[in-house]
């Protein structure tokens, strides 16, 4: 089984450098855990702490499913850096990481 787990950041310092580009779309091999209830959860919010937001997005018998369910409902995606290395995962059940959109996001100050 695989679970589809989008993480998102929603700290103090969104849109700062440093601070763009943080959410991931994670293809794991166990669902999210919600960290208040112990519980697991395969759809919708799971949890947020101060600076993070968890939400699932259902469990798959394939990787080749969730790819699809990801181009479906995500739209353009990315699985590497621009230098062309993949997205590190944090956790040891990620199998795959993705990241909203086609391009990285640019942040420039005016000044």
């Known amino acids: 089984m695989f679970y589809l787990v989008e993480v998102n950041y929603i700290g103090p310092n969104h849109g700062e450098e440093g601070y763009t580009d943080l959410d991931t779309l994670e293809v794991r091999t166990s669902p999210a855990i919600s960290k208040n209830s112990k519980e697991i959860c395969t759809y919708g919010f799971c949890d947020a702490c101060p600076d993070w937001m968890v939400f699932a997005h259902g469990e798959y ?31 040891t059940d990620v199998v795959e990481v993705y990241k909203r959109g086609e391009y990285v996001l640019w942040v420039y100050n005016i000044l």
């Open 61 to 91: 018998d394939s990787l080749e499913e969730v790819r699809g369910y990801i181009k479906t409902n995500f739209g353009a995606t990315r699985s590497r850096n621009p230098d062309g290395g993949k997205f590190e995962p944090h956790c």
